[in-house]
């Protein structure tokens, strides 16, 4: 009996080995099948990364450029303000002068009166005192008459 148990573990035995080993040469012709298709992931992974780092190049490209246009535009405005602003203060100094030259015509204006009045008031009072002093001298010299006719010749 325990030959024939032998022979049957044998035959079982036998049976398993040929079953194992097909089945590892399914698995090697399945393992070389799933290596082909891993590189081929691979190759359709490393595709889809080196076009993905394409796009992501132009982007940044695209936002560079969009970047360097908006700082083109503000940095226009900004000098468009700075010559509005030169324009807007020129303008202030221009009428600051102006106005200060006026100022400055209308004060000398007023010196040329005030000299002209005080030369006037200088002569009009030259000419007054210059006038009571020859009243002062005729009254006296009338005076001295008077008293020169009134004094009696002694002779």
Not at 39 to 64: M, P, V
Not at 75 to 103: I, S, T
Not at 115 to 138: N, S
Not at 143 to 151: R, T
């Amino acid at each position: 009996w325990h030959r024939f148990h032998e022979k049957i573990m044998d035959a079982v035995k036998s049976q398993l080995f040929q079953q194992g080993e097909t089945i590892a040469k399914e698995m090697g012709k399945n393992m070389g099948d799933w290596q082909s298709i891993a590189g081929q992931a691979k190759s359709i992974w490393e595709k889809e990364l080196d076009n993905t780092q394409h796009r992501l190049n132009i982007l940044a490209q695209d936002y560079k450029a969009a970047l360097g246009s908006s700082f083109a535009v503000e940095l226009h405005e900004l000098r468009k303000h700075a010559a509005e602003q030169q324009r807007f203060f020129q303008n202030e100094l221009g009428e600051m002068q102006r106005l200060q030259q006026e100022e400055e015509e209308l004060q000398a204006g007023q010196l040329r009166r005030m000299r002209l009045t005080l030369v006037k008031w200088r002569h009009d009072y030259l000419k007054d005192a210059r006038r009571k002093a020859e009243e002062a001298a005729q009254h006296r010299w009338a005076g001295l008459k008077a008293s020169v006719a009134n004094e009696p010749l002694s002779g």
